[in-house]
């Protein structure tokens, strides 16, 4: 596979818009279906363009999950993304002129995978997740509001089935596209079945990633805004002790430190509001000021500790 440019995958970034997520591509893969049912008889292409859709769809949710698995704070995909990149030189990443919003680790890991059969595919997300087939098999939607019945039914009920359709879907994809062959290699009932089979992957793998970066995610605006306090209010705890032990410091005065942090948290409650303003009077304002406010909060500590450690070496 031809490795491409950070300019390159810049612009394919840009040319795909915001991040799709799975619940939109199973939507598109229901449009697919839809189209499919109402086919006129005399229709000779829309299959094609099925089958290769699917595919895409299959390799673009690929490489954002793997990217998104890479970005995410959890150290175990970090490490293991080494192994998915070594032959590859990856010190464009850190050159000045690129912007991280623009290009992270994980969309260069996301673009260096092969992705062109279900082999490839399964051994580039088996190399960051080993018990890959365990988590599918067991993966459900994880709404931090169905908590108490976990585990749900898993979303892919018959894996090697799933395995199978896919893998016939690639190779006929391959058939298609590079190809003009006499007769079809495929038959009608085949379009609705790889349908499924791409359907219920992407949201298998959807919420074993979500799984594996958060546990479970809200489903409720209630639930989200009570997330978020908790967040902050983990994370003033965090600050009140190592303001704590800052106060204890020589070469920290006691009452600058405190004049210090009430300008900061003058400072954070003020620019929390700014950043929630977009949603002023809205039910998103308490969930996006929230997570501005621990932003900032975690920055505040970390700077402390900076500073605690360089009193202590002075």
Not at 83 to 104: C, G, H, Q, W, Y
Not at 117 to 127: E, Q, V
Not at 250 to 273: C, K, M, P, Y
Request: proline share 4%; aromatic share 8%.
């Amino acid at each position: 596979m031809k490795s491409l440019t950070p300019q390159e995958i810049i612009d394919r970034k840009r040319r795909q818009g915001k991040p799709r997520k799975a619940t939109e591509l199973v939507m598109q893969i229901n449009d697919l279906r839809a189209a499919w049912a109402r086919r006129p008889n005399d229709d000779r292409y829309l299959a094609d363009l099925i089958i290769v859709r699917l595919v895409t769809v299959l390799e673009v949710f690929t490489r954002l999950i793997v990217a998104e698995m890479v970005d995410s704070d959890a150290p175990d995909f970090s490490e293991r993304a080494r192994n998915l990149v070594k032959d590859r030189k990856l010190d464009f990443l850190f050159a000045d002129s690129i912007s991280k919003e623009d290009l992270t680790i994980g969309d260069i890991v996301g673009h260096a995978i092969s992705v062109s059969s279900l082999d490839s595919l399964l051994g580039a997300l088996r190399a960051l997740v080993p018990d890959l087939e365990m988590e599918l098999l067991a993966a459900h939607s994880r709404w931090t509001e169905d908590l108490d019945r976990f585990p749900l039914d898993p979303i892919i009920k018959d894996y090697e089935k799933t395995k199978i359709a896919l893998k016939r879907l690639f190779e006929i994809r391959h058939v298609m596209v590079h190809e003009i062959p006499a007769e079809k290699p495929f038959e009608d009932d085949d379009i609705e079945v790889f349908c499924e089979a791409v359907s219920n992957f992407v949201s298998g793998c959807d919420w074993m990633t979500v799984k594996l970066i958060e546990d479970t995610i809200p489903f409720t605006q209630t639930q989200m805004t009570h997330n978020a306090a908790a967040s902050v209010a983990e994370a003033e705890e965090e600050l009140k002790e190592i303001l704590a032990q800052a106060a204890t410091v020589g070469g920290i005065d006691a009452s600058t430190l405190d004049r210090s942090q009430e300008a900061w948290r003058t400072f954070a409650e003020n620019d929390a509001v700014l950043y929630a303003h977009v949603a002023d009077g809205g039910t998103l304002y308490p969930v996006l000021y929230a997570g501005r406010l621990e932003e900032l909060i975690r920055y505040r500590i970390d700077d402390l500790v900076e500073f605690i450690e360089e009193r202590h070496k002075a």
